[in-house]
């Protein structure tokens, strides 16, 4: 599933005077080696199944009026660089909890005793990072903390249904499939995620599920699920902080 592939907790910001973070995470700590981790993301940035994520991000990203966008999770960047050269007078920032060379962008951890500096946004996008985070609930607090009032926060995520039935068809030998990614610490859904990002105050605006489908026969109704969600939450129009 080329989801596994996807990118880890990241955290990537741009700064405006070229400050760099301490210190990245080191393979000891971690158990993972960026360089290799690295050359995954290339590979799977390169994947069909990415390209047509990025294609659905772009077009919702055309549609925001948007000022300072912030890619948490950035990897290596492509997200990044393709919003800023779209859009050159705007702010796009970027940071991995990794160093994965992504070009402006900060080395930080979003799940951090200590915050990461960020600015102020109006559109955030977690593409295949949310899964990633050692703590949902502390790194939503952070994000919704800069976001400007009536901004966008956009998710794109593997469908943890999806992954779900491709394991069991796994483990009995109907598929074989390679991936796995052992940095995921939880694959969230919809009605997760809805819970989570609503008790910082981002209500649900849009979902799609897309991409490749499993139809299945469940107590004779079909049931099709599909591999990816995009999902688009708002902050209140109010600021009441």
């Known amino acids: 599933m080329q989801s596994d592939s996807s990118p880890l907790v990241r955290a990537t910001v741009r700064t405006r005077a070229a ?24 590979r799977f940035n390169a994947s069909e199944n990415y390209q047509r994520d990025l294609a659905r991000l772009m077009a919702e990203i055309d549609r925001r009026a948007f000022t300072a966008m912030l890619d948490v999770g950035c990897g290596v960047g492509t997200l990044v660089e393709r919003v800023r050269a779209r859009y050159p007078a705007r702010t796009v920032e970027g940071f991995d909890r990794f160093d994965f ?28 990072s949310i899964n990633h985070l050692a703590d949902l609930d502390l790194a939503v607090s952070r994000i919704a903390a800069v976001l400007s009032p009536g901004a966008r926060l956009v998710v794109i995520n593997p469908n943890p249904a999806f992954v779900g039935v491709v394991r069991v068809l796994n483990e009995h030998g109907l598929l074989q499939t390679v991936g ?23 209500t649900l605006q849009a979902s799609e599920a897309y991409g490749q489908t499993i139809t299945c026969e469940v107590h004779g109704r079909q049931v099709e699920v599909a591999e990816r969600l995009m999902m688009v939450f708002a902050k209140s129009e109010v600021d009441h902080g």
Do not use: I, Q, S
């Open 19 to 42: 400050r760099r973070p301490v210190r990245p995470p080191t393979v000891t700590e971690t158990g993972v080696d960026p360089v290799a981790y690295r050359a995954k993301l290339l």
């Open 101 to 128: 060379g992504a070009e402006d962008c900060a080395v930080a951890d979003l799940c951090a005793a200590r915050a990461p500096r960020l600015g102020r946004y109006d559109l955030v996008t977690f593409v295949h």
């Open 180 to 202: 796995g990614d052992a940095t995921v610490v939880r694959y969230l859904g919809e009605a997760e995620l809805t819970r989570a990002l609503g008790a910082h105050g981002l």
